[in-house]
């Protein structure tokens, strides 16, 4: 199914996650937002990982095979990814799951970042802030705000309550920051309602056959 003219999905909660959701079947039939480099570039800008002006540049200066290539490799990094977080969905990460996340640092360690002073934002005592900014000078440029959400995700989220969707055909994921931690649905208005639905559907049939 063309992708393009459905917006990606955002409901889990944190980045890292959102990024595994880029592929999902929403009703029926799968969709990849990140298919080919322009969806790559379509989805970091809903993202907000990127700078539009960031993502423009690439369009002007590389060719779609390039962009092509490195939507290849992000999709790789997306599968090798979720295999790494439905494995330990459910339970605090340990220090031995360090090693398995050796792919990632090769990746971060190829960023190419740099610290620059700018007008301070807001309103407040200091005129100036400290910005951190990154050189996109090449198409693998673009996996690099992927690989810091993945890894602000290991860092920073409690994996106890990273779920996957109870719906009986969804594949996303999402953090769970509700109070008593007791969501079960990517969202009401995607499986929520179906759930729903199906549930009264059943009652139904039950009070038919009764």
Known sequence: MDYRPIPAIF???APGLDFLNSVATPVDVPIDWIADGEGLLSWLEQAGMAPASALAAMRTQFTAAELDAVAGEARALREWFRGFVRE???RPLASAD???LAPLN???AR???YGEVVEAGSEGPAAFEYR????WKSPESLLMPIA???AKLVCEQDFTHVKACEGPKCT???ADHTRGHARRWCSMAICGNRAKVAAHRKRLKERESA
């Open 11 to 13: 409901v889990a909660d």
């Open 88 to 90: 330990r969905k459910g």
């Open 98 to 100: 360090l090693s398995e």
């Open 106 to 108: 090769a990746l971060l």
């Open 111 to 113: 960023d190419d970042r």
């Open 132 to 135: 951190v900014n990154r050189r």
């Open 148 to 150: 810091e959400a993945l």
């Open 172 to 174: 996303l994921l999402f």
